[in-house]
C-alpha cells in the first residue's frame, strides 16, 4: 500500500516513453488517503484499459465511491481506457474534470455528487465518447461545458 505524505499537493501518473504496457485495473483508496493532493493527473498508457485486459469491468477505469476528497482539479490525458466512472461521492470539492485526447474512451460515468462544486467539465479529442452520464448533484454549480472533438470534428 502507497503512503501519501501531506506535503505534496500534485500527483502525476506517468511512464516515460520506453514502458507502455503498464495498465490500471482498478484504484483502491480508502477515505482518509491522499488528504493534501489538491490537483491529479493521469497521463499517457498508464491508465490503459483495453478490451484485452482482464478487468472485470470490461476496459473502465473506476474510481471507487468517495475517494480523493480534497482532489479539486481530475485529469486524464492522453489514456487509452474505453471508459471512465467516478462513483458516488468521488471528488466531492473538484472544481475541474479533464478529459482529453483518450481516443478509446467511449463512456464517461459521473456518479451521485461527484464533483458536487465542479465548475467545468472538459472533454476534448475523444472521438469515440458515445455517453456521458451524470449523476445528481454532478457540477451542479457549472455555468457551461466544454465538450469537443467528437467523431463529426474529427473528419
Given amino acids: ?17 520506453e514502458r507502455v504496457e503498464c495498465k490500471i ?5 480508502d477515505e482518509s ?6 490537483t491529479l ?13 482482464d478487468l472485470a469491468s470490461g476496459g473502465t477505469l473506476t474510481l471507487p465511491s468517495h475517494c480523493f476528497q480534497s482532489v479539486e482539479q481530475l485529469e ?11 462513483q458516488e461521492g468521488a471528488c466531492p470539492v473538484g472544481t475541474l474534470l479533464e478529459l482529453s485526447s483518450c481516443r478509446q474512451c467511449e463512456t464517461l460515468v459521473l456518479g451521485k455528487d461527484c464533483f458536487s462544486q465542479g465548475e467545468m467539465l472538459r472533454v476534448t479529442r475523444v472521438p469515440n465518447l458515445y455517453l456521458i452520464e451524470v449523476g445528481e448533484n ?3 454549480n457549472a455555468e457551461a461545458w466544454n465538450i469537443s472533438g467528437g467523431r463529426s470534428a474529427e473528419r
Fill in 76 to 86: 486524464f490525458v492522453h489514456c487509452h481506457m474505453q471508459g471512465l466512472e467516478l
Fill in 1 to 17: 500500500r502507497r503512503t501519501w505524505r501531506s506535503w505534496c499537493s500534485t500527483v502525476r501518473f506517468a511512464l516515460p516513453p
Fill in 41 to 53: 493527473v493521469f497521463t499517457g498508457a498508464l491508465c490503459c484499459a483495453d478490451s484485452r485486459s
Fill in 25 to 29: 485495473g482498478s484504484i483502491e483508496l
Fill in 33 to 38: 488517503d491522499a488528504p493534501s493532493v489538491k
Fill in 138 to 140: 454532478a457540477f451542479e
